[in-house]
């Protein structure tokens, strides 16, 4: 447990920490301490670094106390300033039927970010999942890196 950042010590509701050693007992494989992660379904693999990582997340969808329910979302990192959370951008496009054309448009959503997913960048796209309200407005958990920005650009990524 060296991932103590926070005033308030932190752990894993669900593991117990202060097991008695006695002499029969026997040491894990690994030799390090015990760490509980779940699988949160729906076709997603839980992160290497989730199940060999030492962060404490309680808003982690694979180690903490959310559960994902509802929307799976695709979208496009647009800002990663605030901790552990980024906004991402989902562009979408409106038909106008006085013109018969079709107009652009984006949605700016906050989501959760895992320290699982360290390598995220500007640019990147993600699968999100719905969870309850993590924050005023944070609904939504990272839950998949699908691809890597080749170049930093803001531009319609329909097309």
Request: hydrophobic content about 35%.
């Amino acid at each position: 447990m060296s991932e103590q950042t926070e005033k308030a010590f932190q752990k894993q509701p669900a593991v117990f920490l202060n097991k008695k050693k006695h002499a029969g007992a026997k040491v894990s494989k690994t030799g390090k301490d015990v760490r509980w992660t779940k699988n949160v379904g729906l076709g997603i693999k839980t992160p290497r670094e989730a199940i060999e990582g030492t962060y404490i997340d309680k808003k982690c969808p694979f180690t903490g106390d959310v559960a994902i329910r509802g929307r799976l979302l695709r979208g496009t990192v647009n800002n990663m300033k605030m901790k552990r959370t980024l906004t991402i951008r989902r562009d979408y496009l409106h038909y106008i039927k006085k013109y018969n054309r079709f107009e652009k448009r984006h949605k700016n959503i906050s989501a959760h970010v895992s320290p699982a997913f360290l390598d995220l960048n500007k640019g990147d796209t993600v699968l999100v999942g719905q969870c309850r309200p993590l924050s005023k407005t944070v609904r939504f958990n990272v839950l998949k890196v699908i691809a890597t920005a080749a170049a930093d650009k803001k531009k319609f990524s329909k097309f």
